[in-house]
Each structure stands twice: as C-alpha cells, then as structure tokens.
C-alpha cells in the first residue's frame, strides 16, 4: 500500500517498480540484479460537499463523494477535494472556483406549494436533491427526498421540487447529487458524477 497525496492530479499517470537484493534503488540507474516494470495508472480524485458540519460532509462521516475525472457534472465542471468542507454550502470556493454553479434557486421554496429549479447538466444522468424541510440538520426524514433519480439531459432542465406545508421558515441545507447511477443515498460514493450542497431559503407563501 502506498499513500497518494490529496494535491494528485487526476488522470493517466506513469508508475515505475523496481526491485533488486541491494534495496535503495532510485527510479533511474544500474542495479546489479533483479527487475523493473512500468505502468499506466489512472489517478481519481473525489468531488466532495460542503454542507455545514451538522451533516455527512467528511469522509469519517461517509459523505457524500463522486470519483473524478468523471463525463457527468452540473453547472461549470466539479473539482476534487480531500475531504468534505464543512461551510454553509461555500466551503469548496476556497479552491478559487464556486463549483456550487449547477443548480439556480430562483425564488424561496414556498411550503405546500411545487417549486420549479433550473439545473444544468453535462450529458445525461440521473439527479437526486435532498432539502432539510424541518431545519433538524438532517435529510433523513420523510419528504426530503424530494427528487428522486430524475433523468436529466445535456444543458438546462427544468425540475419540480414539491415542497411540504410543514416547512420551518428561514436557510435550510439542501444537497444535490448527479450521477449515472441510481439508487443514491446523501451519504456514500458514486463512481462518477458530482455533489453539490446548497443553503437555500424556505418560505411559506403569501397570505392571500
């Protein structure tokens, strides 16, 4: 087993074992005896979230994570991270990119009512979108899974999030994960794709 540094650039990557009776070899030079072999790796990093800590964002908490280099992303292109960020949903722009550019709220979600978001995919998949409806910090409860393996195609689709008459008032986490895969939980690994986390605005609507 050997150790690959979180700052590893994802794709093709050359590798060279050597192994002689002497030991200490270096990647070039003579050795008395024994044998080298080269190899084509490929490198994954992982595109973590970055809800506030009071969700499954670290890896020690299974979070959510996509191998990279993936064909699947929303908005711009996903980037890879060592571990979760935990900040409110803005922990990944300390990497110089909001890669949080997948998905538009253009209005509060409004309780009892369905709610249409725009979001944008690289090529088809399948979305999954969780929203902490009653701001217990947790995406576990009934109804908040509130899209399940939609099918998205390349460029903008427009998605119906049904929202529960209950909603507690105020900024909630939401996540959203993009994959080829279904079946996704807001924990664990997807072999490609992309997670994004969101603090989105619930309301309840007007009074008429």
Known sequence: TWYVP????????????????????GAGG?????????????????????ANGAFPVLLADDGARHGLPTTRWLGSAPDAEADGQPFNGIGDDSSGRDDEDG?????????????????????????????????????????????VDQVLTA????????????VVTGVAMARVRFSG??????????????VEDYAVTLAQPPEN
């Open 30 to 50: 003579l050795a008395p005896d024994g044998e080298v072999q080269d190899y084509l790796l490929a490198l994954t990093g992982l595109d973590f979230g970055d």
């Open 155 to 166: 460029g903008v689709n427009h998605i119906h999030v049904g929202v529960p008459s209950g």
């Open 103 to 147: 998905v538009s709220w253009n209005s509060p979600l409004l309780g009892g009512l369905t709610s249409v978001v725009a979001v944008t995919a690289s090529g088809a998949g399948r979305l999954n979108l969780w929203v902490d409806f009653d701001g217990n910090s947790s995406w576990g409860d009934a109804g908040e899974h509130a899209v």
């Open 181 to 194: 895969e279904a079946g996704l939980s807001f924990t664990g690994a997807a072999a490609d794709g992309e």
């Open 6 to 25: 979180a700052n590893a650039m994802p794709g093709a990557a050359a590798a060279r074992f050597r192994i002689d009776t002497a030991g200490g070899l």
